[in-house]
């Protein structure tokens, strides 16, 4: 049996960048942080004579064309996988649709149980690369990069999305004593609400490539943002980076009306009256986790614990995609 797993993630800033429609123009760059919520996807051989694959339905096949998970099929066709002996799970800490990245961290917890089984040694960067032409290329998901970028290296880490489609990839210089008080201060609770984020990305896909002023400029400042967010981790002022937060959020909601609604503006102010320093809604918008800074986290949780929110406690992963049995 082959299991491998891969870290969900949260943006740290400069999240909107990563899409090709923007950094194609006008180059990308953003700060992810990986977590210690993770996708598993586990791999052995069978006694059947068809192809085995679980995850929220089971499938039973006789051939790679007849499976209906697009990720699933694309990468035993893109990897020239055709053995039918084979059973293919899944399973996750946290649900689909909740912001954290989980269809980048699914496909690079795939794409390295398949390699583990055609016993390749693969890179993070190659993994992330591969599981972009999945999704971005031959699925044509109105998607960005940096889910499957920061899942295959963990980390709290920097990328820069360059003109040419070329990713570059560097650790963000943060003390030790900072990302422990940084990990110290980060409380994340789920809305209970769980969203596609294809509508709203597509809808910001669709702008850039319109060259819409109002999305384009909106990015501009959402990749300096996530440059300020940068300069205060690395130089350990996480009052400044909570602010920055908060500014992003501001600004984020501008691009679309589907970021956010009214209950989520309310949970988001109950926790900034009540000792958050700045927050926002990971992910695309439209429901998952919020996520605040705190020196306060006493105050905060009794607030949001008080408003019915469930908190999801998280650390920094710092392994990214990895096997775990082979």
């Known amino acids: 049996m082959i299991i491998a797993r891969s870290p969900l993630r949260i943006t740290l800033g400069g999240g909107g960048t990563d899409l090709p429609s923007y950094y194609r123009e006008h180059e990308g760059f953003l700060v992810a942080a990986a977590i210690d919520r993770y996708v598993y996807i586990t791999i052995h051989t069978t006694f059947v004579d068809y192809l085995i694959v679980k995850y929220s339905k089971l499938e039973s096949v006789t051939s790679v064309d007849e499976i209906q998970h697009p990720i699933i099929r694309e990468a035993l066709k893109m990897l020239d996988i055709a053995c039918k002996r084979l059973e293919i799970s899944s399973m996750a800490d946290i649900p689909a649709g909740t912001g954290l990245g989980s269809s980048g961290s699914f496909t690079t917890a795939l794409l390295r149980a398949l390699h583990a089984y055609q016993k390749n040694i693969v890179s993070p960067q190659t993994l992330a690369e591969q599981a972009c032409h999945i999704e971005i290329e031959r699925l044509r998901e109105p998607i960005g990069k940096q889910d499957q970028f920061i899942a295959a290296y963990g980390g709290v880490t920097c990328f820069r999305f360059d003109k040419n489609d070329t990713v570059k990839v560097w650790p963000a210089a943060i003390s030790l004593e900072t990302l422990h008080n940084l990990e110290d201060g980060l409380v994340m609770y789920f809305t209970g609400m769980a969203r596609s984020a294809s509508s709203i990305l597509k809808d910001q896909d669709d702008r850039s490539k319109t060259k819409d002023l109002a999305i384009i400029d909106n990015l501009h400042y959402v990749k300096d943002l996530g440059l300020r967010s940068l300069k205060a981790l690395e130089a ?91």
């Open 236 to 326: 350990g002022d996480l009052q400044k980076f909570g602010s920055l937060m908060d500014e992003h959020w501001q600004h984020k909601k501008k691009r679309s009306g589907a970021i956010s609604n009214p209950e989520i503006d309310k949970w988001y102010d109950l926790a900034m009256r009540n000792g958050a320093v700045g927050g926002k809604l990971i992910g695309a918008g439209g429901g998952g986790f919020l996520l605040f800074y705190t020196e306060d986290k006493k105050r905060v949780r009794h607030a949001m614990r008080e408003a019915g929110l469930e908190e999801v406690r998280i650390r920094f992963d710092f392994e990214g995609t990895k096997t775990l049995v082979q």
